[in-house]
C-alpha cells in the first residue's frame, strides 16, 4: 500500500528535441505508479552515463513504450509496491537498474532490476552502481570469459566503466592494463589499480601494452573508443583474445582483416544492457549480488564519486561529462 504522501507530480528532466545541453529542461510529470512486479523508489540520486548524452544528441532513442525521462541507474527509498513485488518492503534503500526514469524524483522499476544498497555504502554514493557494474560484469566476464591470470586491456580507465573493470579485474585475479587521456589520469588508474597505465595522447597504447606483455599481447578488450582502435586491437590480442565493445564513441565503421581474426581464433563481441528483458538484466543483478556485493561490503571496491548536481543542475553536469575532465561517476541529486 502506497503512504499517503506521495504527491501526484514530480520534478523530472526532459530533452525539448536532440541537441547540446540546452535542450536540458526541467518539467512537471505525474508521479508513476508501480505496476506488476514494481517498486516505486522515491529516488536519492541518479547516475549520468555516456548512454544519456547519446540520448540527449538524437544517437541512442529510448524503446518504444518507454518513458522519454533519461537515466538509466538510481538509488533510492521503496515507497510503494506493486501487485507481486517481492520481499522489498517500504522504507529499504536500494539501487536500481533502469531503462529510463532515473532523471525525476520518482521512478517505478521492476523488483528483480533493484538489489539492496550495500552494507556501508550511502543512499546517494549507491547510485553509483548498477548500470556501471552491471555492464562490467557482463561483458568483462560472461562476454569476455575473463579468468584469473589473463590480461585485460581497458580503454578509458577513469570513466565509470573504466575503474570499475580495472578494481573487477584485478579482484578476480587478472592483470589489466588501463588507457587515460592526462598523466593525472593515468594516476588515478594506478590508484584504482592498474597495473599499467597508458597515456593515449603521448604514447601509443597497442605498443606499450605488447612491451608491457614482452610481446605476448592481451586476452580480453573492453572498449569505449570503436572503429578508430579496431585494426590495433586485432594485432595485439592473443590467440583466442576477446574483443568486447561496450561504446562506439569514436564511430562504428572500420575496415579490418577478417584473414587476421581468422588464424587468430579471436572473438569480437559487443552488446547493451538498456535493451535486454528484464529476466537477462535479473541474471545480471543476481550474479553481482553474488560475486560483487561482498566484495563492496568488504571495502574492496572504491566507488568514486567525482561530483554531484542538483537535479535543476542537469546541463552542467552534461556539460562536464562532455568535456571528460571527470574521474569516476557524475550524479544528480533530488
Known amino acids: 500500500m502506497a503512504p499517503a504522501n506521495i504527491p501526484d507530480t514530480m520534478t523530472a528532466i526532459e530533452f525539448q528535441g536532440a541537441g547540446g545541453p540546452e535542450v536540458i529542461r526541467a518539467v512537471r510529470r505525474p508521479v508513476p505508479q508501480p505496476g506488476k512486479g514494481e517498486l516505486l523508489l522515491k529516488v536519492a540520486a541518479a547516475g549520468l552515463n555516456r548512454a544519456d548524452v547519446m540520448q540527449r544528441q538524437g544517437r541512442y532513442p529510448m524503446p518504444p513504450g518507454v518513458t522519454d525521462i533519461p537515466g538509466l541507474e538510481a538509488s533510492g527509498t ?106 593525472a589520469k593515468c594516476r588515478a588508474s594506478e590508484d584504482f589499480g592498474a597495473d599499467l597505465a597508458i597515456n593515449y595522447k603521448t604514447q601509443d597504447f597497442a605498443k606499450a601494452a605488447m612491451d608491457f606483455t614482452q610481446g605476448a599481447g592481451v586476452d580480453v578488450i573492453l572498449d569505449l573508443v570503436g572503429a578508430p582502435y579496431l585494426a590495433r586491437h586485432i594485432d595485439i590480442l592473443k590467440r583466442e583474445g576477446r574483443l568486447v565493445f561496450v561504446a562506439m564513441m569514436g564511430g562504428s565503421v572500420a575496415e579490418i582483416d577478417f584473414g587476421l581474426i581468422q588464424r587468430k581464433h579471436l572473438y569480437v563481441t559487443g552488446s547493451t544492457l538498456r535493451s535486454r528483458t528484464i529476466e537477462q538484466k535479473a541474471a545480471i543483478c543476481a550474479a553481482l549480488k553474488t560475486q560483487v556485493w561482498p566484495l563492496i561490503e568488504a571495502s574492496k571496491i572504491k566507488l568514486h564519486v567525482h561530483q554531484t548536481y542538483p537535479l535543476a543542475n542537469t546541463a552542467q553536469a552534461h556539460q562536464l561529462m562532455e568535456s571528460s575532465a571527470h574521474i569516476g561517476k557524475i550524479l544528480l541529486t533530488m
Do not use: H
Open 78 to 183: 521503496v515507497v510503494a509496491l506493486g501487485e507481486g513485488a517481492g520481499d522489498f518492503q517500504a522504507g529499504d534503500p536500494v539501487a536500481a537498474l533502469l531503462v529510463g526514469g532515473g532523471y525525476a524524483e520518482y521512478v517505478a522499476v521492476p523488483t528483480p532490476q533493484c538489489l539492496p544498497v550495500p552494507k556501508g555504502i550511502d543512499l546517494v554514493t549507491a547510485a553509483t552502481i548498477m548500470e556501471t557494474f552491471c555492464t562490467v560484469w557482463t561483458n568483462v566476464f560472461e562476454r569476455g570469459t575473463l579468468k584469473a591470470g589473463e590480461t585485460l586491456l581497458v580503454q578509458g580507465g577513469t570513466s565509470g566503466i573504466g575503474y570499475t573493470a580495472i578494481q573487477l579485474g584485478k579482484l578476480f585475479g587478472a592483470t589489466v592494463i588501463a588507457t587515460a587521456g592526462s598523466d
